[in-house]
């Protein structure tokens, strides 16, 4: 009896049986009762939802918004307190100790949000600052330890320290079917067109076109795909 519920919370997450032994079956089972727990207390899903250990919520239910079959991996910490709250769509993995913050904790503006398409992945470790608007499409892929941040500093004055100056919020959006290598960093203003690969290390500042391969620092076009 067992063996078929959990059977039956894996098929509805996506899992295939196939080559999953007894302590994957019952780790798979643990993180779907963590997420009956998430989406009791911290979470508004549509549908099934698996959450690892030591996952963290900060902010109101209503502001994290999933939907069917979402994955967030053990140690990431998702903070949700936003003007527009962070929306999740169907299939989508935030992978172990990846961290979401739109506003900071100690003082500072109201940040904007997240919205996440279908069967896209946030990689482990990896870093969402979404004080500004982020859009990230369908079929996302984003690598290990990536940065994402929708914020940067005016250092205009001479007479002022930086901390004085403010920021400034132009939103980043990523399009569908885009991959993001490890240890790539997308900064405040860029949009990156649907089908591009941002190569590993790369750090972009600039629009990226649609169909290619980008790399270096700052990023460039290195490859058209089609």
């Not at 009956?36 to 207390?41: D, G, I, P, T, V």
């Not at 299939?91 to 279908?118: F, Q, S």
């Not at 290598?181 to 600039?206: E, F, H, N, W, Y």
Request: aromatic residues 8%; charged residues 15%.
């Amino acid at each position: 009896m067992i063996k078929r519920l959990i059977k039956n919370i894996n098929a509805n997450l996506g899992y295939n049986e196939k080559g999953f032994d007894r302590y994957v079956y019952w780790h798979l089972f643990n993180t779907v009762i963590r997420g009956y727990y998430y989406k009791a207390f911290h979470i508004t899903s549509n549908g099934p939802l698996s959450a690892g250990r030591n996952v963290k919520i900060v902010g109101h239910k209503k502001l994290l918004v999933t939907g069917r079959k979402c994955k967030i991996e053990s140690c990431a910490l998702i903070q949700s307190v936003s003007s527009h709250g962070i929306k999740l769509g169907d299939n989508v993995t935030v992978c172990h100790g990846a961290l979401i913050r739109p506003t900071g904790y100690w003082r500072g503006n109201l940040g904007w949000g997240l919205t996440i398409g279908d069967n896209s992945s946030i990689g482990a470790y990896s870093y969402i600052g979404c004080s500004g608007r982020i859009t990230i499409g369908n079929n996302v892929m984003i690598g290990p330890n990536v940065s994402i941040i929708a914020e940067n500093h005016i250092y205009t004055e001479d007479s002022k320290n930086f901390k004085e100056q403010g920021v400034s919020n132009k939103g980043i959006t990523i399009s569908d079917n885009v991959w993001i290598g490890t240890k790539a960093t997308i900064l405040d203003g860029v949009t990156i067109g649907p089908g591009s690969i941002i190569a590993a290390g790369a750090v972009v500042t600039q629009d990226v076109p649609s169909s290619v391969v980008v790399g270096g620092v700052p990023a460039k076009v290195i490859k058209k795909l089609s």
